[in-house]
């Protein structure tokens, strides 16, 4: 997978032919509105209500006309002007747009959002483009600004991309100090290719929602389901059923595979002799 | 949209020595357009209770726009619903400035799009 941020800061990476391509690929299109759908669900909007929205690296506002359509009103925020200006106004999006960078902060009134949605955008605040960004400080001021700027009680829902898990405690880590609660939402974990996160974040005390379970997207219409119902019934069947069936050696193989997930040092190598009996010498 | 947002809108709270007196932005030499939108009054009416009224009105009527009254009167007739929904969703600024009253610092407007970017320095810690 590529990481765009890992090339060169935003405002220079989508610069009028990135922003250009970014609009233009369907591909690109089709994946962002699914995840800005996906993040509007998690919004959990009181319905038939036309809510006063904030996205958050609007970019060329695809996002922004899947909120057109849902009937609601946003303001978009982004760093790179081409994104903006070359694609945001021939597309003619509804929003009002601000060119700004939330790694700055920035200055909302207290509670003018009902809810907040950014797509792809959390993972570009965790680079240091210059001397004098530091991560932390950006994410801690982003966050406390936009936890001021939201309506209580209401959500904000990202979508990213990070690299590592460090990177993922960092970024609820900050948002927990500016008062946020809430967690990750991960949809289709077991997929490599469906794996998306979400951050879920709430003002006021309100439940976290679920991830989308399953190898492929396309099975989500089916509903979503419980994770840890699902463990727990693959766990019944392995304590039940398969306990009777298993052989000695298959025990043993099972215990080996166990530590070796686990770490342990000294497993002995498994082969033809694994868990035979010794027989009696004499 | 433009206005009403600017009436939500203060100078960002991390400029540094910028702390007060710094909400609404003031605009200067401006440019307007009126965007026709359909009316929405379930939104307004949901959206009343964020405004500072007198920030907002202020605001209209440094732009030349003077159908609101400049005390909020505690139930809306139609004729005011309307003049709200125009200065809150028709009314854009297209070019312009806007100052904070608190440091001075101006932010430049083009093509609808209010630059807020910061040099580094400016930044607050």
Redesign the interface.
């Known amino acids: 997978m590529s990481r765009p941020e890992e090339i060169s800061p935003p405002e220079i990476f989508y610069g009028d032919d990135e922003a250009r391509k970014y609009t233009s690929n369907s591909r690109i299109q089709a994946i962002q509105s699914q995840m800005t759908e996906r993040a509007i669900e998690l919004l959990a909007l009181p319905e038939d209500q036309p809510a006063f929205l904030l996205d958050i690296g609007c970019g060329s506002g695809l996002s922004g006309e899947l909120l057109d359509e849902a009937g609601h009103y946003w303001v978009g925020m982004d760093i790179s002007p081409s994104m903006l200006a070359e694609v945001a106004l021939e597309r003619e999006v509804e929003g009002d747009l601000f060119l700004q960078d939330i790694g700055q902060g920035f200055g909302f009134r207290p509670g003018t959002f009902d809810g907040a949605i950014s797509i792809s955008v959390l993972q570009w605040l965790l680079n240091a483009d210059t001397s004098s960004h530091s991560p932390p400080q950006r994410l801690t001021r982003f966050f406390t600004t936009l936890h001021s700027a939201l309506r209580n009680p209401s959500r904000a829902v990202f979508q990213f991309y990070p690299s590592s898990d460090d990177q993922v405690h960092l970024i609820t880590q900050s948002a927990q100090r500016a008062g946020f609660g809430g967690g990750i939402v991960v949809d289709y974990p077991n997929s490599k290719k469906a794996r998306k996160m979400y951050l879920c974040l709430m003002v006021g005390h309100q439940e976290v929602p679920r991830g989308l379970e399953g190898e492929e997207e396309v099975s989500r219409r089916e509903g979503v389901r419980n994770e840890t119902r699902r463990k727990k019934e693959r766990n019944k069947i392995v304590g039940g059923k398969k306990r009777k069936e298993e052989s000695g050696k298959e025990w043993v193989m099972k215990k080996k595979e166990l530590y070796r997930i686990r770490g342990k040092e000294g497993v002995p190598r498994d082969s033809k002799y694994t868990a035979r009996k010794r027989r009696v010498q004499f | 949209?433009?206005v009403s947002?600017l009436s939500?809108?203060?100078?960002?709270?991390?400029r540094e020595n910028c702390t007060s007196n710094?909400?609404p932005l003031v605009f200067s030499e401006v440019e307007l357009v009126v965007r026709p939108v359909p009316e929405?009054q379930?939104?307004l009416k949901?959206?009343l209770p964020?405004l500072?009224w007198r920030a907002l009105v202020e605001t209209a009527r440094s732009l030349g726009n003077e159908s609101l009254p400049l005390i909020q009167p505690e139930t809306l007739t139609d004729d005011q619903l309307k003049a709200l929904h125009h200065v809150l969703?028709e009314l854009h600024v297209e070019q312009g400035n806007m100052t904070c009253k608190g440091c001075g610092h101006v932010y430049p407007i083009s093509?609808?799009?209010?630059?807020?970017?910061?040099a580094?320095h400016e930044?607050g810690?």
Do not use: D, W, Y
């Not at chain 2, 939500?8 to 991390?14: G, I, M």
């Not at chain 2, 093509?111 to 910061?118: A, E, F, K, T, Y």
């Open positions: 949209m433009l947002i939500l809108f203060s100078s960002p709270q991390f710094n909400f929405n379930e939104f949901r959206f964020k500072e969703l093509n609808g799009i209010p630059n807020m970017l910061l580094e930044v810690r």
